[in-house]
């Protein structure tokens, strides 16, 4: 074929369209606050998923979220002779390097001079050992300060964000795409019982109050769960689970996915009712195919969007009850970090004023990634209703 056929065969051909999902991202991705959104996102949902390496043993380069550095003083003892013990004598019983506490005791400088390993001390005399770190601001040590007990808030903070990830994200698989999804896209399609059946289902779960029935699981099934779940440990010979927050993580993610299908199964429904009658679904029907492909292949992928809307939805809402429940008590158990126990941790309202980092990193961790869920939710929904703006 010559170069001028090959040219016009070019021109005659007609445009191949792009797929939705790829306009769909492109017109995303021109909104500058969707952008923002979806980058903050990342970065804490990768720090808390560069947390979880630690869980395997990988040194991740944090302080440990649980370590208190408080002052650690110890006493000189009396030998039985009456005499106290040497300086030296002192250093080696607490594996301690003698070259270090002259900076940590100034005070016995003060008095005794130079100590050096024949120094001889009266018995009870407190050694400094380390110093204290409690209620510090920020520094190059501790990025966001410290806590009460001197615990690293940035560590924490990180540590806390892997809470957050696992809880949400699993009670948004669960609750919504195996529940919510699944039984809103069966309801819609087939109808009649089956409908009725889940839409009562879906009735009795929305007539129940949310936090209340979160507080009632969480509570009675706290220490039952617990028992099984270090049966399965002892049973592996293991005692990774309880040492992760595992069986707190899974309670956790039970009781909100209990809570919070139905509201997304509803209005998957509603969503499907509109969409299978469209004359796709009724060519498929007529061929022959069968119902999972049907909503899997069909029907799924029309409602997408929806879905899609409600899921950076639900990621930000889920993620707020968690830290509620963890701050009433009843939510992740020690020594799991969470940013509810940051805030427990903070105690009265007068921390913000004598020690704010204490309240503030919880908080602006909390507001930063709700708000970027909410707004990543607007922006998504823009895209993909343009009419309903």
Request: proline share 5%; aromatic share 8%; net charge neutral.
């Amino acid at each position: 074929m010559s170069l001028a056929a090959e040219t016009a065969s070019a021109w005659s051909r007609p445009p191949k369209s792009e797929a939705p999902w790829l306009r769909a991202v492109r017109a995303l991705a021109k909104k500058r606050i969707a952008v923002v959104c979806i980058v903050l996102i990342t970065i804490l949902y990768g720090a808390g998923l560069y947390t979880t390496l630690d869980a395997f043993g990988v040194d991740t380069g944090l302080q440990d979220p649980n370590a208190s550095n408080l002052r650690i003083t110890r006493p000189i003892r009396a030998a039985e002779d009456g005499r106290a013990e040497t300086l030296g004598a002192f250093a080696e019983r607490h594996s301690v390097d003698l070259a270090a506490l002259p900076a940590l005791n100034p005070d016995l400088i003060a008095e005794h001079g130079a100590l050096t390993p024949e120094t001889v001390l009266r018995p009870g005399t407190q050694i400094v050992l380390r110093n204290g770190e409690e209620l510090q601001g920020p520094s190059l040590r501790h990025l966001f300060g410290t806590d009460r007990v001197g615990r690293d808030l940035f560590s924490r903070a990180l540590f806390s964000l892997r809470t957050t990830m696992i809880v949400s994200v699993l009670s948004v698989v669960v609750g919504n795409i195996f529940l919510g999804w699944g039984l809103g896209l069966l309801a819609g399609y087939r109808g009649g019982l089956m409908d009725s059946m889940i839409m009562r289902a879906a009735d009795f779960v929305l007539a129940l109050p949310g936090l209340l029935i979160l507080l009632v699981l969480v509570s009675a099934f706290r220490e039952p769960w617990g028992e099984v779940v270090r049966d399965i440990q002892g049973w592996l010979g293991t005692d990774f689970f309880i040492a992760q927050g595992i069986h707190t993580y899974t309670l956790m993610i039970f009781a909100m996915s209990f809570v919070g299908w139905g509201g997304t199964a509803r209005f998957i429904r509603a969503q499907t009712l509109a969409t299978r009658e469209s004359d796709f679904v009724l060519a498929a029907e007529c061929i022959g195919a069968r119902t999972p492909r049907i909503l899997s292949r069909h029907l799924f992928p029309a409602v997408l969007p929806w879905i899609v809307v409600g899921m950076s939805a639900s990621l930000g809402e889920i993620a707020g009850s968690e830290v509620v429940l963890t701050w009433l008590g009843i939510g992740v158990t020690p020594p799991t970090a969470s940013f509810g126990a940051m805030v427990d941790d903070a105690g009265h309202w007068k921390s913000l004023i004598l020690h704010p980092q204490m309240l503030l990193v919880p908080m602006g961790f909390i507001l930063v990634l709700m708000l970027s869920f909410n707004l990543l939710g607007d922006a998504i929904n823009d895209v993909l209703n343009p009419r309903g703006r």
